[in-house]
């Protein structure tokens, strides 16, 4: 497989935008743990390899169990998951899937059973920008497997 274009390189301008807006996710209260098990939910649904790549490592590198991210697939089916964890991926399941349903009334009442209004918000933009890096990654065929989280380098 080779990619189409780096991205990086042809438009650092979309990259130096796509790093501020994920720069926001510094800015809210949620566990690193749960930022990584969204983007590897949303990545399993859009079939981003090279973000299944970097997130499944990242998570590993942060602590997250193999179990947890083997399961992710099968969430519902799984007892890993911690209830404001299912709601939460339940919503990026939603979210990523919005033309099929929107986020339904229920759904949106279940996510604020554990968060409030602005981590609502704060999730549903977390969910956005990692289908916007999946989308970018797709479009462009980034290659996975050589990415090393942070930690590791």
């Not at 998951?81 to 279940?110: C, H, K, M, W």
Request: hydrophobic letters at 35%; aromatic letters at 10%; one cysteine or more.
């Amino acid at each position: 497989m080779e990619p189409r274009l780096n991205y990086a390189k042809t438009n650092p301008g979309i990259l130096k935008l796509m790093m501020q807006v994920e720069e926001y996710k510094t800015t809210t209260e949620f566990d690193q743990k749960l930022m990584e098990l969204i983007k590897i939910r949303a990545s399993q649904i859009n079939g981003c390899a090279f973000c299944l790549d970097m997130h499944t490592k990242d998570a590993r590198a942060i602590g997250e169990t193999e179990q947890r991210i083997y399961c992710l697939n099968a969430w519902r089916e799984s007892p890993f998951y911690s209830e404001p964890e299912r709601a939460a991926l339940a919503l990026t399941e939603a979210v990523t899937f919005i033309s099929e349903n929107g986020v339904p009334d229920d759904l949106y009442e279940q996510v604020l059973q554990h968060y409030s209004e602005t981590q609502y918000m704060d999730l549903v933009f977390l969910i956005i920008t990692i289908n916007s890096w999946n989308r970018l990654a797709i479009s462009t065929t980034s290659v996975p497997g050589d990415y090393q989280p942070q930690s590791s380098k």
